[in-house]
């Protein structure tokens, strides 16, 4: 049986994205979240960016998806099967990242699309799909994702640094919010979001007392392989893992929190390139 039925394949592709329900249970989400929370390594590569309003937005990125419980969900059948889906194509593993929106101290992000950067890597196609996990409950409360439905049709727009991030430009982006409807991606811990890569998205800062984390899984179509090297990788086969790994890995206290964090402001130019334009 397929993944996704054809009416969920046309809504991602006329919205430009996707909200499954329940896709990881709650004991699932529950050995993620605590894996993350007590995982030193992540939490000491972390990269802090200013929003630009002066609040933190911190994340821990990697490239690989390792053997441990991150990456078992980044090769489960079930994401990766509706990524293809959705990407028509065989997908591989682009990168993942871990956001650490804590309460009372999680920055913003500004309006962007993740391909206004990664397009700085060699990418000629906005052929890519992230899935995000909810690790926490995300509510308009605690700074949920915030998309513009419909807007992957309006191509790639212009970037420009706003504080150490990437934003889409103002002028585009405020005629967009008068066009298309706005959308707060509230979502229950296990709740995942398919979601393309011109898609306009963005979120508050959380000033309520919830931490928001979640899981973002990024993923690239075989087809569209980067012609030049950047610090994200080129088409790496994809070894899929059954379902059930999750549980097994995420119960293995030594196997767990198995993966390779990269320096994201050490080794990301595809934000900083946008400033030397």
Same mark, same amino acid.
């Given at each position: !049986?397929?993944?996704?039925?054809? /009416? ?20 699932? %989400?529950?050995?993620?979240? /605590? ?9 000491? +590569? ?11 937005? $911190? ?12 990456? !078992?969900?980044?090769?489960?059948? $079930?994401?990766?099967?509706?990524? /293809? ?20 101290? @999680?920055?913003?992000? +500004? ?31 605690? @700074? ?25 430009? %103002? ?14 991606? /509230?979502?229950?811990?296990?709740? %995942? ?27 690239? +179509? ?13 088409? %790496? ?12 890995? @995420? ?27």
């Amino acid at each position: !049986m397929a993944a996704l039925d054809q /009416e969920q394949i046309a809504a991602y592709h006329q919205d430009g994205y996707l909200l499954v329900r329940n896709l990881f249970n709650s004991e699932e %989400t529950g050995l993620l979240g /605590e894996t993350a929370r007590n995982d030193h390594a992540m939490d000491q +590569a972390a990269s802090s960016m200013d929003d630009g309003e002066g609040n933190a937005v $911190r994340l821990s990125l990697w490239n690989h998806p390792g053997e441990g419980i991150y990456g !078992m969900i980044a090769r489960s059948e $079930r994401i990766v099967d509706r990524v /293809e889906q959705l990407l028509d194509d065989e997908a591989y593993h682009y990168h993942s990242k871990m956001i650490l929106k804590d309460a009372r101290v @999680g920055g913003a992000w +500004a309006w962007h699309q993740d391909y206004g950067y990664w397009y700085q890597n060699g990418l000629l196609f906005p052929n890519l799909c992230s899935a995000m996990i909810a690790v926490d409950a995300a509510t308009t409360a605690n @700074g949920c994702l915030q998309v513009l439905k419909g807007s992957h049709k309006m191509g790639r727009v212009n970037h420009i640094l706003s504080g150490e991030q990437a934003g889409a430009d %103002t002028a585009h982006v405020n005629e967009a919010l008068k066009r298309l409807e706005t959308i707060q991606c /509230e979502m229950a811990p296990g709740d %995942t979001l398919f979601f393309h890569c011109n898609l306009l998205h963005c979120s508050a800062a959380n000033l309520s007392d919830q931490a928001r984390w979640a899981l973002i899984c990024c993923y690239n +179509a075989r087809s569209n392989d980067p012609y030049k090297e950047s610090h994200h990788p080129g088409y %790496t086969r994809l070894d899929k893992v059954g379902d059930e790994m999750v549980l097994q890995v @995420g119960k293995d206290d030594a196997r767990r929190s198995s993966v390779q964090f990269a320096d994201l402001l050490a080794d990301d130019k595809s934000a900083k390139s946008l400033d030397e334009k």
